[in-house]
């Protein structure tokens, strides 16, 4: 590749319309949270620039949850009467105060922001793909055709890290194939955890077969090293260039860590970034590494601490779902973190806290493929496609309804029974709560009909709200304080903001099934649940989804306010930025 063609996609037309797309959804989002107010003025809405001299000009619709659907196509900048091209950077600038923007923050803001609207030109630049031929198309057909990520973040694509060789070679979107570097870790400072009826051995050589595990250990011996006093690592190629041969470069001169070469299979990588999909032997392990890239408002490490417990909190998950009849019958499942292994720099921790960046460069997991678990006729999609929206403003849920023949409403119940019934099961029988958005969840579907969901990112996301409840020792760590008015927000803003009120403006949009409909069918799916369950009525009472608002809690303010640690770990609740109410569709029904 010539140095030009690294950035062949990023053409003035191609710019142009990335920021007209970008500053679209900033208009939507941050209406949304109520960091701008828009006036009406006619047929129109007007924001102002901090100073007031520059407006923003557009056509929206306004719906349910107060989504703001802004018209792309109507947007126009003034300045002292003079129309201006739409520049996102400028956006940013002209708005900081109204954005609560700071001197330290608003740069590295704009750097994400010049990486997603870099990778959307990317996109744009790929061959058109609609989305009832992805609605056909295969798991990580879909998984690397999505083109708009986190649907409620503006800055989502940042990964402040990669230079242009490194996002062609591992975004998603370019669908790369990545062979990982392998490192061998002196068991002193390594452990490694798994699930029941896991060893290490026999895992390691099923997932990278005997002659990559004997080539490895010749490795070790020809330096003189005992491969018995070793666990291998599976590392991303980035963070071994990058991070590793440099922040580590103490323990690699001590073979500590050694370098073994890069392993025979070829993965791809996921929405996640981080996570990679094996594409050489679909039905083996997804592996999760760790990458110091900044991203939606953290660096996305993965911490050996955290890894320890990792293993037995999915087992521990895995058999409540497999005891529960209600769970059962949804047909839910999750694909278990299996195995994972961790690397402590003694010297990092002692010079940091737990939650240090520093302590997160040298981890990875081991997360079971949902491919073998599928039947006859099934097909795999990640729940994130349900928001995607063609070049031609087609829908993927869209192309599923049209493919499956039901009318919209019975294929939303579908779709609710096997995604939404489990999520509130789980918080009104356990307190179990997950981070359900699209990118956690993967549907099975059958002929475009959801039949059953997999939930995924299990030991990282999931918590029980219960201070009292009785978890084994190994699982403590998923128990958490939440005060109680702000427990039911685990499905308002998760699940109600965040994800169905998309989907509903979607589906609206398109005139495939109206607003007023889909949140009926979300209250119906609601009742039957609750009716299937009496003995839960106090619960139901007690966190009532049919009350008549809640809190609106805001991802990008978390995001505006500091894009390098969004969230106190320690603290994840106290953190939420709670801004008024929104009224609850489900009020009505």
Request: proline share 5%; aromatic share 10%.
């Amino acid at each position: 590749m010539t140095l030009s063609d690294a950035v062949a996609h990023l053409s003035p037309e191609r710019w142009e319309q990335a920021n007209r797309l970008l500053v679209r959804k900033a208009l939507a989002e941050f209406a949304h949270e109520r960091l701008i107010t828009p006036e009406r003025d006619g047929e129109e809405y007007v924001v102002r620039s901090d100073d007031g001299l520059t407006s923003y000009r557009f056509t929206a619709v306004r719906r349910a949850l107060d989504h703001w659907q802004v018209d792309a196509g109507s947007i126009t900048r003034n300045r002292d009467g003079a129309a201006l091209p739409l520049a996102a950077l400028d956006f940013f600038i002209e708005l900081r105060t109204s954005l609560g923007l700071s001197d330290e923050i608003l740069p590295v803001y704009l750097e994400e922001i010049s990486s997603t609207l870099s990778g959307t030109c990317y996109k744009l630049a790929k061959p058109e793909v609609s989305s009832a031929e992805l609605a056909r198309g295969d798991f990580q057909a879909v998984e690397t055709g999505m083109t708009e990520g986190h649907p409620c973040f503006v800055a989502n694509n940042g990964r402040l890290g990669f230079g242009i060789h490194e996002y062609l070679s591992y975004a998603p979107e370019t669908a790369s194939p990545v062979r990982l570097v392998w490192l061998a870790a002196h068991r002193s400072r390594a452990a490694f955890t798994a699930g029941v009826g896991i060893e290490y051995e026999s895992f390691l050589r099923q997932e990278l077969g005997e002659e990559t595990v004997e080539r490895f250990h010749r490795e070790l011996t020809g330096q003189g090293l005992d491969p018995a006093d070793y666990l291998l690592i599976p590392v991303h190629p980035w963070q071994w260039w990058n991070k590793l041969t440099v922040t580590f470069a103490a323990e690699v001169a001590r073979r500590h860590l050694v370098c073994l070469g890069e392993g025979d299979d070829e993965y791809l990588a996921q929405q996640s970034i981080r996570t990679f999909f094996n594409r050489s032997h679909p039905e083996k392990h997804y592996v999760k590494t760790a990458l110091s890239v900044l991203n939606m408002g953290f660096m996305r490490g993965l911490s050996a601490a955290y890894m320890e417990a990792t293993p037995a909190i999915n087992d521990w998950l895995a058999q409540l779902i497999e005891g529960d009849p209600v769970l059962k019958s949804t047909g839910l499942s999750i694909i278990r973190e299996r195995a994972a292994v961790g690397y402590r720099h003694l010297e990092y921790e002692q010079a940091t806290d737990r939650y240090s960046p520093y302590r997160k460069m040298l981890a990875a997991l081991w997360r079971e493929s949902p491919v073998p678990t599928l039947r006859e006729g099934e097909q795999l999609a990640t729940m994130a496609a349900l928001v995607h929206v063609d070049h031609e403003g087609a829908s993927f849920a869209g192309a599923l309804i049209e493919r499956s023949g039901l009318t919209p409403t019975e294929w939303l119940r579908h779709y609710l029974r096997a995604y939404y019934t489990p999520l509130l099961h789980s918080f009104y029988a356990y307190d179990l709560v997950f981070m359900p958005h699209g990118e956690n969840v993967i549907l099975v579907l059958e002929d475009g009909i959801v039949r059953r969901a997999i939930y995924k990112d299990i030991a990282e996301e999931i918590a029980v709200m219960d201070p009292d409840a009785a978890l084994p020792p190994e699982v403590a760590r998923i128990r958490v304080e939440v005060p109680e008015d702000k427990k039911l927000l685990s499905i308002f803003t998760d699940v109600f903001d965040c994800f169905f009120r998309f989907l509903a403006a979607n589906l609206a949009t398109e005139g495939i099934l109206e607003e007023d409909g889909f949140w009926r069918a979300v209250a119906e799916v609601t009742r039957e649940y609750q009716e299937s369950v009496p003995e839960l009525a106090d619960k139901f009472k007690q966190y009532d989804l049919f009350a008549p608002e809640f809190a609106l809690s805001c991802l990008n303010r978390l995001q505006l306010r500091d894009n390098r640690q969004m969230v106190d770990l320690a603290d994840p609740s106290g953190a939420l930025q709670l801004i008024g109410t929104l009224e609850n569709p489900l009020a009505r029904f």
